[in-house]
């Protein structure tokens, strides 16, 4: 989107693409804002899309249970069933931001999983009891080896 197609969105909608109803500090600021903020959503769209193409029915993180785990997770329904692309190395822990677009860093699995491993409890009991930090990482290897945690971790330094 030019400049020009930014302030005519505004001129028909009354509002900047962003949801802002107010110019506060300049077409340029605002423009140049809204340019950052959607190269950032369309790098994390492309890594999405890239770990979807890669892996897009969650084979990877399927073929990784037990038969007992495989039995459980195959039978979710509903919202809990979508296969959501999950960070391994989240947002919080790491400042590079190229990291969190990474594909190497995203693994397709169910949302239930997704949901429990990111407030680090255990997402293969009933209890969903607290997990450690190392036993977390210990999850993510199972599912993307030893090989290639220590590449994320790597990048994650550097």
């Known amino acids: 989107m030019t400049l020009e197609e930014f302030k005519e969105y505004y001129e028909i909608n009354g509002r ?14 605002q423009y140049k804002k809204y340019l950052k903020k959607q190269k950032k959503k369309d790098d994390w769209v492309e890594a999405r899309e890239k770990a979807y193409r890669r892996n897009p029915n969650g084979e990877q993180f399927f073929n990784a249970l037990t038969d007992q785990e495989y039995n459980f997770y195959s039978n979710l ?9 999950c960070h391994i190395i989240g947002k919080g822990e790491c400042p590079k931001k ?3 677009n990474n594909p190497d ?3 397709v699995a169910p949302r239930y ?3 429990y491993i990111d407030t680090f409890k255990n997402p293969f009991t009933q209890e969903h009891e ?29």
């Open 16 to 29: 900047l693409p962003n949801g802002q109803k107010e110019i506060k500090q300049g077409w340029n600021y």
């Open 77 to 85: 329904y509903g919202i809990f069933a979508t296969l959501d692309p």
């Open 98 to 100: 190229e990291l969190m």
């Open 105 to 107: 860093n995203i693994l």
């Open 113 to 115: 999983f997704h949901s």
């Open 130 to 158: 607290l997990i450690t930090k190392e036993q977390r990482e210990q999850i993510w290897i199972r599912f993307i080896g030893q090989e290639m945690w220590d590449e994320l971790q790597e990048l994650k330094r550097s």
